[in-house]
């Protein structure tokens, strides 16, 4: 029988989550119909929380129904940023800025330090989740996150949104309808790489690694050790790793067939191997930070076939045991596709 403060629920079985889940979706949906509610910033956590449970259901079963995404999109819709100005002459549509007066930039900096942007922030980083792992486009509107963009200045949480941001626009250029104002996809593809160009050159001093070590190979280490100040430069700089594997896989110049369209898929399987060798170091340098261990459980899910080193194999599953054991994350399915393409189960 459960306790819960030294009281006993004899009622609660296996099935009450469920229950009081589908009970609080049923309230929201009804909820969504009044534009008053869906303003309301208190349900739109509650709605967060709700789609959160949907994340972990999707990974214990890998089916996605999707009950609660339509509700889940009116309240995140509703909560458009009003305080970022409209563009100059000299801005455009790919790297607009906060707004300029000094009135409006307070109001932009409070709104990006408050309980309502947190709230969208996380269900943007849930969006982001789904759309990698089932290789679809991003359901969310990032046109309010776009004011975000640029390298000018700014506080570290707000580059930290920045990578998150570029991470969607990328899944939008790999499965969604993005066309880049009418740019080529190899244009808009070289826009998006350039990012990375422009964040080595203008990324903070904060954003370094504050100790770096290789793996030690004959220790059995297979990851590298990456520490970093704070949770926000682990989690900013992971969701820029999952981009470079998408941009490095999706590159529009590749060669698919004919010559040398072997060795570019061997290089890409090459570049892909390390990105995640790296991302998988710097979520292991920082166990504590659950969101990193799960983004290091993206690529790993993803792209965990790359993998041909045995040692290199039990590490991955090793990062999916732990996250199970010591998060709650639900990984066996992952772990059980993993060793079948592997070919475990032949040996």
Known sequence: MVRYENVLLPRLTEGTALQYHNACIAYLIKLSADPEHVRDENL??????????????????GEDRETFL????IFVNAHAYPYF??????????????????????????YL?????????????????????????????????????GFDEAEDF????????????VLQFCFGSDKGAGKTRVERWNELTSFEIQWERNKPLSFSPIHYQEPDRAMGESFPHIWYMAEVHVSGLLYLE????????????????????????RRISEEVHDIVIRLCGIATSNPSSQPALVQAFMAIAVCGEHFIDGAEQEAL?????????????PTSRTAIELKRGWGWDRL
């Open 317 to 329: 599953l090793e990062i999916l045991s732990n996250l199970e054991k010591n998060h709650g994350w």
């Open 158 to 169: 707000i580059w930290a949104d920045r990578h998150l941001h570029h991470c969607a626009n």
């Open 44 to 61: 739109l956590a509650a709605a967060v929380i709700l789609r959160y449970y949907e994340e972990l259901d999707i990974s214990l079963t």
């Open 113 to 149: 330090k408050g309980f309502q942007h947190a709230s969208s922030r996380i269900a943007l980083r849930q969006e982001t989740t789904m759309a990698f792992m089932k290789q679809r486009a991003i359901h969310l509107p990032l046109e309010t996150w776009s004011a975000l963009q």
């Open 70 to 73: 339509h509700t889940f999109q």
């Open 242 to 265: 999952l981009a470079k594997i998408l941009l490095v896989v999706y590159n529009p110049s590749i060669p698919r067939l004919g010559p040398g369209a072997a060795a570019a898929q």
């Open 85 to 110: 100005g409209p563009l100059t002459e000299a801005e455009t549509l790919d790297f607009p800025r906060l707004a300029s007066t000094d009135s409006a930039r307070q109001n932009a900096l409070a």
